[in-house]
């Protein structure tokens, strides 16, 4: 719906204009006087809404007309600050009528002593002065955009599976590869160069997982504009070994350590590396002190828009350039056409002449190639329509011509532009993000329901938020970050959409960012992220004191030296405070404690509370204030436990509640002043779990839920009949996801009538004894994560029997009978992505697939232990993998401790052969990766020596143990 909400170009003028009509409603009795002017205020901006609508669309402006749209702009905020203030002051900011119906006397008692009588007529004396100005620049035109509900665009599957091949992957990584493979054990650096755009870093990651594979240790990191040395050492520690990294956040080691604890690990390894985004010499001279040059025949690629810093990164004798070069004029066409029309030969006659006009001006640039196709992918395909977009792209994108990019820059803007209102408003909120930041898609699209970007004429918000998510990927603004996940859970912006969007948001006053860029502060911040601790911080902070009364949304990413008193900001709406606690503190830099937070209570239009890894306690009682809180999400380190005030029961509007490691102070009818609550996450300390459980079936608009062990399993079977009591009650009104552990899961579907219509994703955490029978009623299931010590037949017919099925990640312990037990094409019709997963118990590999067994399965994820499962009969011809018929992703992993190298060849040569008979094998993504394989022996000779056997059973049984 346009023009109800708050936007980019329009402000909150939506939203005022909602609340003036319902302030002249009958069930109001207002002074005459204040009725009068509000009457006026409500007619004066429905005439100039349409107007203000049209200009916040228009590509250019002239600077009287840009004016008054930013003044209106601010104008509405400022109206809105006034309503809200007002209606807080009638009855707790829910404006309820029995508080304005007692008498007139204490209207005009409250107007006089807030001011809030004059504060309308100055507000009144403002509209009229800029009714005046809009006679005098006589823009009447309009624009009406109506909003849809929509899906992802079903054509990017086959894009983001294509991609890698239409870019010219083949020939270049190809290239690139064969300069990596060369014989050489001196550490090789491949520098790949080029402009933004062009596709560095698909090409670096596909050869990542092309030959990643065959290294002993591999990582891939980002680098970004501003080096955080810290924090790209601790992923790169993360990937090459998780023990290590577990151990450096208890202990908070320094730079120093970090790198020493680096290069240990990786001195005797033949490691492989990515390092992408590089954009100055000494951040590559920072970063390669941790490599070591062990001549082990390991390499780095870097990738990097600046040929200074790729020649830097190629200075050994050993290192290569390679230029990234725009694609040829057929690599176009076919990415082109992909995109557009789901194949590369459909496009049909009229528009050959204009494709080609478009496909020259983009210069062979995939970014805009992949832009362009997007813009037309949305519009009907006749070719004036495409004449219409081919002329507004200028003159041209080629890299040798277009200074930077500016052409690149500008197709972004065409985008940007050809989006409707609230789709723009949207893609801007991204800026608040800091570069690369991978971004939660449920918080992003709740942070838009808070700032009141979502309206929609039937209620629901969230839908429609989801519609504006999936339409902004469809016109890849956004990118999902793991296509292969079954679900959206984080998404990034380009580098060149986030600079667009800071640019735009700038100059629209929507959101100021602090990234370590100097730029000068709006007098009125509405809307800050704080994401560096610079020098222009303390400015900062004295600009968003002055500014408190009107700060909507308050973001605050990593260390910071200090902040403003949090107190009286009364326009609130999103704030969202994290830090890493285990992160070694420099000196002088703030930490977050109780009393900073003790006046949330004032921050009456909260609608998004986030509080993650922070010193901070207990929050204050008076968090029962918050009467628009709809998101409250709590996430707290285990050194500091937070407690939770039982005042949340007040929270009538509450939507979604999520925390870890708190306190769960429960009273009795919590739950009932709570019945908005749609998902409750993490609850895994309760202090009366026999009330808590009789509550939560109270819950009846409860979609999502998620429970730790917070009882042991005699005290569950003492609640048994409660839990499956309530959580029945919640299947059979608008339960969708549930996360519980076995313990949990052997109770609720023990019964095998237990009916949960409306489950989408079960996840059941920690390991059952078997398959329980009641799932066999789980009709609807789309998404299963489960972990079973005994898999047998009846436990795979019970997973068959599942009609919906489509993900499945099954860890099991030992199979049911020595036999591999066959999967038919009797079951998992619909399953698409199949993740199965060996414990180390002993016994041979428990499933084969048949002729025809999982039709639409696509991708196939297997991990096993060598040691423990100590060969595969060859006629299994590897588990039958040459029979999924659509199989187009193969990974396997081989736990190598304490195994022999022929046992775990034993393993990988049947599905190597079974790859080489698939029907698919031509494009088939493969990739086999070996863990702990410096702790595999040479032989069985090797491993019968001395009692190093023992002990690496040992290490491999802990290891799988803390896994469990």
């Given at each position: 719906?346009?023009?109800?909400?708050?936007?980019?170009?329009?402000?909150?003028?939506?939203?005022?204009?909602g609340k003036l009509t319902t302030l002249l409603g009958d069930e109001y009795t207002m002074l005459k006087r204040v009725r009068k002017d509000i009457a006026f205020l409500q007619r004066e901006l429905r005439r100039m809404q349409i107007l203000?609508?049209?200009?916040?669309?228009?590509?250019?402006?002239?600077?009287?007309a840009k004016d008054w749209k930013g003044n209106m702009r601010d104008l509405s905020y400022d109206m809105e600050e006034c309503i809200d203030r007002f209606m807080l002051r009638l009855g707790n900011g829910d404006a309820r009528p029995r508080f304005v119906k007692k008498t007139a006397r204490r209207l005009?008692?409250?107007?006089?002593?807030?001011?809030?009588?004059?504060?309308?007529?100055?507000?009144?004396?403002?509209?009229?002065?800029?009714?005046?100005?809009?006679?005098?620049?006589?823009?009447?035109?309009?624009?009406?955009?109506?909003?849809?509900?929509v899906v992802i665009?079903?054509?990017?599957?086959?894009f983001h599976g294509v991609a890698k091949g239409l870019v010219a992957i083949d020939g270049r990584r190809d290239k690139v590869i064969s300069w990596l493979m060369e014989e050489s054990k001196e550490l090789k650096v491949v520098a790949i160069v080029g402009g933004g755009g062009l596709g560095k870093t698909t090409l670096a990651m596909e050869i990542y997982r092309k030959i990643g594979g065959d290294y002993q240790c591999r990582a891939s990191v980002s680098v970004s504009r501003t080096l955080d040395l810290e924090k790209l050492l601790k992923d790169v520690l993360s990937q090459i070994d998780e023990a290590e990294f577990s151990k450096c956040q208890s202990e908070r080691w320094e730079k120093d350590q970090l790198i020493r604890h680096i290069q240990l690990i990786l001195t005797e390894k033949r490691y492989f590396l990515v390092i992408d985004d590089l954009w100055k010499v000494q951040d590559w001279e920072f970063i390669k002190a941790a490599f070591p040059d062990n001549y082990n025949g390991s390499r780095i690629i870097a990738t990097t828009r600046i040929a200074n810093v790729a020649r830097s990164c190629c200075s050994n004798s050993s290192g290569q350039l390679y230029q990234m070069l725009p694609l040829n004029d057929f690599d176009s066409r076919r990415l082109f056409f992909k995109r557009i029309f789901d194949s590369e030969s459909l496009c049909p006659s009229q528009l050959?002449?204009?494709?080609?006009?478009?496909l020259k001006k983009c210069g062979g640039m995939p970014l805009a190639i992949i832009t362009i196709a997007s813009l037309l992918a949305n519009k009907p395909p006749s070719a004036a329509e495409w004449e219409r977009l081919q002329d507004s792209i200028g003159a041209g994108l080629s890299y040798d011509s277009d200074d930077g990019g500016k052409g690149m820059a500008h197709i972004l803007l065409l985008s940007y532009w050809d989006l409707p209102h609230h789709l723009k408003t949207c893609l801007l909120y991204l800026c608040i993000y800091p570069e690369d930041a991978k971004i939660s898609c449920e918080e992003l699209k709740w942070k838009w329901i808070a700032e009141g970007f979502i309206t929609s004429n039937q209620g629901n918000l969230y839908q429609e938020a989801v519609s504006c998510f999936n339409e902004l990927v469809n016109r890849s603004m956004i990118q999902i970050v793991d296509v292969d996940s079954f679900e959206e859970k984080y998404c990034q912006v380009h580098d060149m959409v986030l600079d667009l969007i800071i640019s735009r948001s700038a100059e629209e006053n929507f959101a100021t960012v602090l990234n370590g860029v100097c730029n000068s502060l709006p007098t009125k911040i509405r809307r800050l992220s704080l994401q560096s601790s610079g020098l222009e911080q303390k400015v900062a902070i004295q600009a968003i004191t002055r500014s408190k009364l009107h700060v909507r949304s308050l973001n605050v990413f990593g260390e910071t030296k200090e902040i403003p008193p949090l107190v009286d900001f009364l326009s609130l709406r999103v704030f969202d405070i994290s830090e890493d606690y285990f992160?070694?503190?420099?000196?002088?830099?703030?930490?977050?404690?109780?009393?900073?937070?003790?006046?949330?209570?004032?921050?009456?239009q909260l609608r998004y509370l986030r509080m993650h890894g922070l010193r901070i306690t207990e929050l204050p009682a008076d968090i029962g204030k918050l009467q628009n809180l709809e998101t409250l999400e709590l996430r707290s380190n285990y050194c500091f436990p937070f407690k939770l005030p039982s005042t949340i029961a007040r929270l009538g509007k509450l939507v979604r509640l999520f925390i870890n490691n708190i306190k769960f102070v429960f009273s009795a009818d919590m739950f009932g002043s709570m019945r908005a609550l749609e998902e409750v996450s993490?609850?895994?300390?309760?202090?009366?779990?026999?009330?808590?459980?009789?509550?939560?079936?109270?819950?009846?608009?409860?979609?999502?839920?998620?429970?730790?062990?917070?009882?042991?399993?005699?005290?569950?079977?003492?609640?048994?009949?409660?839990?499956?009591?309530?959580?029945?009650?919640?299947?059979?009104?608008?339960?969708?996801y549930l996360r519980?552990?076995?313990d949990m899961g052997n109770i609720i579907f023990r019964d095998p009538c237990c009916t949960f219509p409306h489950l989408q994703h079960l996840k059941l955490e920690n390991t059952m004894e078997k398959v329980p029978k009641g799932m066999a009623s789980l009709t609807n299931l789309l998404k299963l994560e489960i972990e079973v010590k005994l898999f047998d037949e009846e436990g795979l017919h019970i997973l068959m029997g599942m009609p919906s099925l489509a993900y499945l990640r099954l860890t099991v312990g030992v199979p049911g009978i020595m036999s591999p037990m066959i999967v038919s094409s009797n079951g998992f019709k619909l399953l698409e992505v199949f993740h199965f997963r060996f414990r180390i118990l002993p016994g041979k590999v428990g499933i084969e697939f048949a002729a025809g067994a999982m039709p639409a399965l696509r991708r196939l994820h297997l991990f096993w232990h060598a040691f423990y499962i100590a060969w595969m009969s060859s006629d299994s011809a590897g588990m039958g993998i040459q029979h999924l018929s659509s199989l187009a992703q193969l990974q396997v992993e081989t736990w190598c401790a304490s195994a022999t190298l022929e046992e775990v060849e034993a393993l990988e040569g049947p599905i190597e052969k079974a790859v080489t008979l698939h029907p698919n094998r031509q494009t088939l993504q493969f990739h086999l990766h070996r863990e702990y394989e410096g702790w595999m022996y040479k032989d069985e000779e090797e491993r019968s020596r001395g009692r190093r056997s023992a002990t690496l059973v040992e290490i491999a049984q802990e290891q799988e143990d803390q896994v469990i």
């Open positions: 719906m346009v023009g109800l909400g708050v936007g980019v170009g329009t402000g909150a003028l939506g939203s005022v204009i203000v609508d049209t200009l916040a669309d228009m590509e250019e402006l002239d600077e009287l005009k008692t409250l107007f006089e002593r807030h001011g809030i009588g004059s504060q309308i007529k100055d507000l009144k004396a403002r509209v009229a002065e800029e009714g005046e100005r809009r006679q005098r620049l006589k823009l009447d035109d309009y624009i009406v955009n109506q909003s849809r509900p665009d079903p054509r990017l599957a086959a050959e002449k204009v494709s080609a006009r478009i992160l070694k503190r420099s000196e002088g830099y703030f930490s977050w404690e109780n009393k900073h937070i003790r006046n949330i209570g004032s921050f009456h993490d609850i895994c300390n309760v202090d009366n779990p026999e009330k808590f459980l009789e509550e939560l079936g109270h819950l009846t608009k409860l979609r999502k839920i998620s429970m730790s062990s917070w009882m042991q399993p005699g005290d569950l079977e003492c609640y048994r009949e409660r839990l499956e009591s309530s959580l029945n009650k919640l299947g059979k009104c608008s339960l969708q519980t552990n076995g």
